[in-house]
Structure formats: structure tokens, C-alpha cells
């Protein structure tokens, strides 16, 4: 028999292998949960921080005015602005405008999810006599909400007058008989009703607009007449007069066009017609370098030396017309398109002493070599021969707005003397002004050379009313200068009653 006492041990042990302590149970479980509860927390700060900067963000999107109108008017007004989210993304933007306390939709705008937190650039016009609007204030709303829960907006407003009468001009100035390439004076008077003129005036010619200015901005005795204007314009060759009128325009900051009648007579010239040979020496020393500089804007062209005369001359073709309006619509158009508004110009222009002129503004030169045509041009300027390298000099007070290489014109100087009047120094040897300089009449600007599509030692000399090449012999001369801007002056002050105990015009 087994004792008592071993048979309670016994049984002691077997209960114990057969009942694990719940103890160690509970100890393991306990330690499980708080390390899945510790590692979930930076999961639930990411979940809540999606959710939050989504469907729970509360910071609205942004609205950015980029362009908007002094006003409206008859045409149609344009404004311009982006709105973003990168958050919940954008959902919708609504525009609004506001008269006389009624609220009416211009325009809706859905945006897609795909392209909810992209940067949307908006737009939207607004035709006052369509839309029935009243003259008098307006205000124009623009809303845009974000795809969040709470749905959060942001407006911008902005407030616009509605004006639906256009400025009236006429013409103060009488007698603008003008030569064909030459360049007038008008000045006349914009009306605007009770209120002050503030919008571009001036002269428009078929579809180009030549800009006016104030009138005391050219002769002190017009001070305080703040609706006198005056614009110098010119005749451009190439146009047909009998189809194309010449005529006054007002724009105000609304939009509205007036436009006014001016009596002119136009002079047409005969244009002389030369032929010219082109130089060997221009094509083998000139040519490869201009037209590297022609190739450079569109570099999947690589230069490669021309295999025939033939070739050789076609590229000459090439950039005397192609690259020569690439650079005046590139390039120069730009150059002339805010024109210092003062009179820098004290006398008549300097006539190069010494210089053989080799061909004049307005001819119709056409080049050609051993049968091969290199094109036909109207010449836009003068050339001046010198037989050594020469000093050229400033014609006339300006400043300096270019001193580079342009293409076919080689080393240029160009110069700003005021209200649109320029004159342009090409196929230089050398330049010795910088942009920005002041230069009095007689500065040198540098050295005649052959860095354009010229001979050497050929000066090739322009000038220009608003970008447009113009006869420089009318600014050569001094009984144009007295007669078609000093009398006119003159005139127009007596016509409005001003009479000044001066000594009248600029003193040529």
C-alpha cells in the first residue's frame, strides 16, 4: 500500500500540470493589449490627421486676383484669377456679381476630384449690354469651396464701375500733309464727360495704334488743360490710303472706343528700284555667323557649312527676309513698346559729314549673285559709306534702350529721343555706350565695321516713330522741324486761346 501522505503529494502535482495558473494567463494577455494599444496610437494620429486634413479640415482655399479691369463697359470685360486647396482638394467655385442689391450667377465651375489639388486658372467675361447691367457700381463675387465635411469656403470681392459712354476726341490741329514714309504731329482734345480721361489715346492707322500723350508733356503753355493730347504718328509705306483712313481713338478704362475724324493729305514718293550683287566676302565672312545666330532659335538645326553658291545664297535670302522680321516681331516691336515720355531731342539731327550714301530709306533693293535670287527688301534706312573705320556719333540727344548684336544688323545701337522717336546705328565694328546711358548729340556710340548682313565701312542708319522706320532727311531738315511741329504747336495754342510770350517753338 502507498502511504497517505505520498498519495496526497502525488495528486497535488498531477492537479497542477493539468490546471496552469490563470495568473500567467492574464500576465501574458495583459502585455499583449498594451503593446497593440501602444503601437496603434501613431496609426489613429495618421488616420485622424488624413481625415482631418480631408473631410474634417477646416482652413478654406485661396483665391488670387491675376487680372481685372479698371471697369466695364460696351466690350466685353475680362477677369483672370486662380483658386487652390491642397488640402481636402477643390470642389466648386461660383461667380457672382451684385447691383442694386440683386445677386445673379455669371458663371459655375465644377472641378473634377482627379484635379481637386491642382492650382486652378480661371476666367471669366463679363458683356455689360448683354448682361443688362446698369451704369453705377458693381460688385463681382467669386466663391470657392473645398471638399471637406464642414465645407469650407473663401470669397473674394471686387468692385468695378459700369460705364457705357465712350470719350469723345477731335482734332485741334489743322494742315497734316504728310510725305508717304514721313512722320505728323497732331494734337487734339478727349472729352470724357464730368470726369477726367484715363484710359490710351492717339492715332490709329488701318490695325495699328500709335500712342498719344498729355499736351503739357510737350509744351508747358498746355499745362492745365488736362483734355489736350497730342501724338506724333507715322505714314507707313506699304499701306493703300485710298482703303486705309487715318483716325483719332479714346479708349477708357471701361473699354469704350471714341474715334475722331483727322484731315490729312499723303504725298506718295517714288521709290527707286536698285539691283545689287551680293559680296563674296560677305558671304564667306558675315554669313556663317548670322546665320549660327538664325539657327539658335530652333536648336535642332545644326549648322553645317553651305556645299554650293547656290546654298550660300539661299541662306543669305533666308535671313534678309525671314530673320530680318523675325527680329522686328521678336525683338524690336517689343524694344519700342513704352517710349520715354519727354522730349529728349533739342535741334535738327545730325547729317553724317564725310559718309557716300550707297542706297535711301524707302528703296526697293533686290540681291542676286551669278543668277541666284537673294531676295527683295524695302530699305528702312540710309546707308553711309566711309573709306576707314569711322567714330559714329549719337544724331541727337537720347538714351541709350540697346547696345547688342541683332542678326542682320550686326552690332546695333539703338537710342530713345523721346514720344516714340528712335534712331537705330547698325553693322557697327564695335559698340562703346551701354543700355541705360545718356547721351548728348555728338557721343561716340562706336566704330562703323561689317558685323551685319552690309558691306563693311557701310553705316546703315534708321529712324523710327513707334517701331515704324521713317524718312530721317524730314528730321535732317530744319524747315520741316519749324513747320511741321513748331507752327503746329503754335497754332493749336492760338485755336484754344493760349497765347505765350515766348518766343515760340523748340529753337531750331
Keep these: 500500500m502507498i502511504p497517505e501522505e505520498e498519495c496526497k503529494s502525488g495528486l497535488a502535482e498531477n492537479s497542477k500540470e493539468a490546471?496552469?495558473?490563470?495568473?500567467?494567463?492574464?500576465?501574458?494577455?495583459?502585455?499583449?493589449?498594451?503593446?497593440?494599444?501602444?503601437?496603434?496610437?501613431?496609426?489613429a494620429w495618421l488616420a485622424w490627421k488624413r481625415l482631418h486634413s480631408g473631410f474634417l479640415e477646416e482652413n478654406p482655399p485661396s483665391i488670387t486676383l491675376l487680372k481685372t479691369p479698371p471697369g466695364i463697359g460696351k466690350s466685353l470685360s475680362e477677369i483672370n484669377f486662380e483658386v487652390e486647396d491642397l488640402e481636402s482638394g477643390l470642389d466648386y467655385v461660383v461667380v457672382r456679381y451684385k447691383q442694386g442689391?440683386?445677386?445673379?450667377?455669371?458663371?459655375n465651375f465644377t472641378i473634377s476630384k482627379s484635379d481637386s489639388r491642382e492650382r486652378q486658372k480661371m476666367n471669366i467675361e463679363i458683356a455689360g449690354k448683354k448682361l443688362g447691367l446698369r451704369e453705377g457700381d458693381i460688385e463681382i463675387i467669386i466663391t470657392a469651396f473645398d471638399r471637406s465635411l464642414l465645407g469650407a469656403a473663401a470669397t473674394k470681392k471686387l468692385s468695378l464701375k459700369v460705364d457705357f459712354k465712350a470719350p469723345k476726341v477731335r482734332v485741334v490741329s489743322t494742315q497734316h500733309n504728310a510725305t508717304l514714309g514721313g512722320v505728323q504731329l497732331v494734337v487734339y482734345r478727349v472729352e470724357n464727360g464730368r470726369e477726367k480721361f484715363a484710359g490710351t489715346s492717339g492715332v490709329k492707322i488701318g490695325d495699328n495704334y500709335f500712342l498719344g500723350f498729355p499736351g503739357h508733356l510737350l509744351d508747358s503753355d498746355f499745362e492745365g488743360l488736362d483734355d489736350i493730347y497730342f501724338a506724333f504718328f507715322p505714314v507707313p509705306i506699304g499701306l493703300d490710303y485710298s482703303d486705309t483712313k487715318?483716325?483719332?481713338?479714346?479708349?477708357?478704362?471701361?473699354?469704350?472706343?471714341?474715334?475722331?475724324?483727322?484731315?490729312y493729305r499723303i504725298r506718295n514718293v517714288r521709290q527707286a528700284k536698285r539691283k545689287y550683287k551680293i559680296?563674296?566676302?560677305?558671304?564667306?565672312?558675315?554669313?556663317?555667323?548670322?546665320?549660327?545666330?538664325?539657327?539658335?532659335?530652333?536648336?535642332?538645326?545644326?549648322?553645317?557649312?553651305?556645299?554650293?553658291?547656290?546654298?550660300?545664297?539661299?541662306?543669305?535670302?533666308?535671313?534678309?527676309?525671314?530673320?530680318?522680321?523675325?527680329?522686328?516681331?521678336?525683338?524690336?516691336?517689343?524694344?519700342?513698346?513704352?517710349?520715354?515720355?519727354?522730349?529728349?531731342?533739342?535741334?535738327?539731327f545730325a547729317k553724317y559729314p564725310g559718309g557716300t550714301f550707297t542706297y535711301n530709306f524707302g528703296d526697293i533693293q533686290t540681291y542676286s549673285l551669278e543668277g541666284e535670287d537673294g531676295g527683295t527688301i524695302t530699305s528702312g534706312g540710309s546707308g553711309l559709306r566711309f573709306n576707314n573705320s569711322k567714330?559714329?556719333?549719337?544724331?541727337?540727344?537720347?538714351?541709350?534702350?540697346?547696345?547688342?548684336?541683332?542678326?542682320?544688323?550686326?552690332?546695333?545701337?539703338i537710342l530713345d529721343h523721346g514720344f516714340g522717336l528712335t534712331t537705330l546705328y547698325a553693322n557697327l565694328g564695335s559698340r562703346s555706350v551701354k543700355v541705360g546711358e545718356t547721351v548728348v548729340k555728338g557721343a561716340t556710340l562706336g566704330v562703323v565695321g561689317g558685323t551685319g548682313l552690309y558691306l563693311n565701312n557701310v553705316l546703315h542708319y534708321e529712324v523710327r516713330m513707334h517701331g515704324v522706320p521713317v524718312r530721317p532727311e524730314e528730321w535732317w531738315d530744319e524747315r520741316w522741324l519749324k513747320g511741321h511741329i513748331d507752327k503746329k504747336i503754335e497754332d493749336a495754342k492760338k485755336d484754344l486761346g493760349i497765347f505765350s510770350e515766348d518766343e515760340p517753338g523748340f529753337g531750331y
Design 19 to 43: 490546471h496552469p495558473p490563470t495568473q500567467k494567463k492574464r500576465g501574458f494577455f495583459f502585455k499583449f493589449f498594451c503593446l497593440m494599444f501602444l503601437l496603434s496610437i501613431p496609426c
Design 101 to 107: 442689391g440683386v445677386v445673379k450667377d455669371l458663371e
Design 246 to 263: 487715318i483716325k483719332l481713338f479714346a479708349k477708357d478704362e471701361a473699354g469704350n472706343m471714341g474715334r475722331g475724324s483727322i484731315h
Design 279 to 348: 559680296s563674296q566676302d560677305l558671304l564667306q565672312s558675315q554669313l556663317p555667323n548670322i546665320y549660327k545666330q538664325y539657327l539658335e532659335s530652333d536648336p535642332q538645326q545644326g549648322f553645317s557649312e553651305a556645299k554650293s553658291l547656290a546654298e550660300n545664297v539661299e541662306r543669305y535670302k533666308i535671313l534678309n527676309l525671314d530673320f530680318r522680321k523675325e527680329l522686328e516681331k521678336q525683338f524690336l516691336s517689343k524694344l519700342f513698346e513704352a517710349p520715354k515720355k519727354e522730349k529728349l531731342w533739342k535741334d535738327t
Design 391 to 413: 567714330e559714329i556719333h549719337a544724331a541727337n540727344d537720347g538714351i541709350v534702350i540697346s547696345s547688342d548684336k541683332l542678326g542682320v544688323f550686326g552690332q546695333t545701337v
